[in-house]
């Protein structure tokens, strides 16, 4: 049999099996199921007279790195310095769980291989023992096919990651054309969302909001806190379009409207320098419900970041000093989210590829009542629009994942063949 040890081929064979693998709700990767018989394996570690290594040196000696760091912030977590400081203690937790599934991936790699140098030793031990050469073959097989999801596994943990992911971040629900309708189905996505991100245990609050005059809203911003938060939202920004009958049509005709959503990381200070006197602004009076202080106190704050035209109005808080903090935070997370689409813009041509650019200009899905479905347009796939309004937008989310994980397997093929 001949024995493939080429990187090249080794990820072309990656490319194929990445679907496979379902990035899990809670922490981004689970452990894999594969259905061995629907791949198209390379050969590599089938042989009887020695170890074929599919890892080379240089992966074994970047995982060895990798363990190393996470056995050393295991004792850290030790360390009365560390406990002491809750801020710190959570600090190296996170960065511990960064790292866990990678290194028990790779433990029980490396176990693997040694059983399976055992179970060959065996078979060419065995002479003309019939059962004895049986027994060790079916378990090299068993071993190797779990060698084999293991490798893609690690291949795919060890995949670049977007800087952002582990971050919480601002979703923006803005109606787009489409009039009253367009802010009741507004109102819609907001409710999808929510259903989301409590099934998902996120802690979400209202930050700006502008209900329509016929229900729904004109533009509604909320924060969003909890693990991973970006990684999974992120997949949600552009143009969502609502093709229904809508609740004010009374002869019966199906309307289009549109919704953007915009999803931007959470930044502070260090991240964007604002210059204060690039800021303008003014303050008013809210009105509506808060009591005499919001009608008869200048409460809500009006700010325009010059040099972009962003403008930024807060009325949501009682007081004109958490407003202006509101308003800065905003402002922060919406000049960082437009940095932030130049350097996925550069990458994504670098790359090559396209799953989407993430901009708001782009259609990314239909909603069709009519037909009771939603069409992803980036996975060229529809799913049940029951599911979706019930806030399952779990799936979508992970065939965009996995879409994106085969694109930056087949751009390691190509920088391999390079």
């Known amino acids: 049999m001949v024995k493939y040890t080429s990187s090249v081929l080794l990820i072309a064979a990656l490319c194929s099996r990445a679907s496979a693998f379902v990035p899990s709700r ?8 594969l259905n061995i018989n629907d791949v198209a394996l390379v ?6 007279t020695s170890l074929s290594m599919v890892l080379d040196s240089a992966m074994k000696s970047r995982l060895d790195g990798i363990r190393r760091s996470f056995q050393a912030l295991t004792e850290r977590l030790a360390d009365p310095d560390v406990i002491a400081d809750s801020n710190l203690l959570r600090q190296v937790m996170k960065d511990r769980s960064q790292s866990e599934e990678t290194v028990q991936a790779f433990d029980e790699y490396c176990q693997l291989e040694t059983e399976l140098e055992g179970a060959q030793e065996l078979f060419q031990e065995a002479g003309d023992d019939v059962e ?45 054309t489409g009039g009253s309708e367009a ?33 729904g809203y004109k533009n509604v911003v909320l924060e969003v806190k909890g693990d991973s938060v970006y990684s999974k939202l992120k997949w949600e920004a552009g143009v969502h379009r609502v093709q229904r009958v809508p609740a004010t049509e009374t002869q019966g005709r199906v309307h289009t409207s549109t919704a953007t959503v ?43 970041h010059k040099p972009t ?15 202006k903090e509101l308003a800065m935070k905003m402002l922060m ?33 239909t909603y069709n009542w009519k037909d009771s479905r939603v069409s992803d347009h980036r996975l060229g796939q529809n799913f049940p629009l029951q599911n979706f309004l019930s806030g399952d937008v779990g799936p979508i989310i992970d065939g965009l994942i996995i879409k994106d994980q085969e694109a930056k397997l087949r751009q390691l093929s190509e920088d391999a063949m390079n």
Request: charged share 35%; aromatic share 2%; proline share 4%.
């Open 26 to 33: 809670s922490i981004g990767l689970s452990r894999p199921t």
């Open 43 to 48: 050969p590599t570690h089938k042989t009887s």
């Open 132 to 176: 004895m050469r049986e027994m060790a073959r079916s378990e090299m097989k068993e071993i190797e096919v779990r060698l084999d999801e293991l490798e893609t596994l690690i291949k795919i943990l060890l995949l670049p990651k977007d800087p952002n992911d582990d971050r919480n971040c601002m979703l923006e629900i803005r109606a787009g």
């Open 183 to 215: 802010n009741i189905f507004a109102g819609d996505l907001l409710d999808v969302y929510r259903k989301f991100m409590s099934a998902e245990g996120w802690q979400v609050s209202m930050m700006d909001s502008s209900p329509g005059d016929d229900g």
């Open 262 to 304: 915009a999803i931007m990381p959470e930044c502070d200070e260090v991240d964007v320098k604002i210059d204060p006197k690039d800021i303008e602004m003014s303050t008013m009076r809210s009105g509506g419900a808060g009591g005499q202080n919001v009608n008869k106190v200048e409460t809500a704050v009006d700010l325009l």
């Open 309 to 323: 035209g962003i403008r930024i109005k807060c009325t949501q808080e009682r007081s004109q000093l958490k407003n």
């Open 333 to 365: 997370a919406r000049l960082y989210d437009i940095e932030n689409e130049k350097r996925e813009a550069e990458e994504r041509e670098r790359r090559g590829v396209q799953i989407g650019t993430g901009g708001r200009s782009e259609k990314i899905r």
